[in-house]
Nanobody
């Protein structure tokens, strides 16, 4: 029901935009988020956006470099990633759920997950 796309190989300092398209149901009333998992590491929170886009939250490691946005008419959420670093290399997952802001970083609170898209940043 969530399909992530847009990953790829990019040099350090470059940019990528990830998309997460929902199908089968609308997620316009859900918090949407991105998580990532690097090889050998646990999955970690990256960014979240409230149902109407009025509230966003970012992990400290990506703050100022990544932005999150959504288009509820297209049932799609985006993650714009700028100034990419090798440590951003990971599989990126989108997630959705009725998640209040104080639980944005808690992956257990999200009910729906995409399949992941690989982002590789070369040095």
């Amino acid at each position: 029901q969530l399909q992530a796309s847009g990953g790829g190989l990019v040099q350090a300092g470059g940019s990528l935009r990830l998309s997460c398209a929902a199908s089968g149901r609308t997620f316009s009333s859900n918090t949407m988020a991105w998580f990532r998992q690097a090889p050998g590491k646990e999955r970690e929170f990256v960014a979240a956006i409230s149902w109407n886009g009025g509230s966003t939250y970012f992990a400290d490691s990506v703050k100022g470099r990544f932005t999150i946005s959504r288009d509820n008419a297209k049932n799609t959420v985006y993650l714009q990633m700028n100034s990419l670093k090798p440590e951003d290399t990971a599989v990126y997952y989108c997630a959705a759920g009725r998640v209040p802001s104080y639980y944005y970083t808690h992956e257990s609170r999200y009910d729906y997950w995409g399949q992941g898209t690989q982002v590789t940043v070369s040095s």
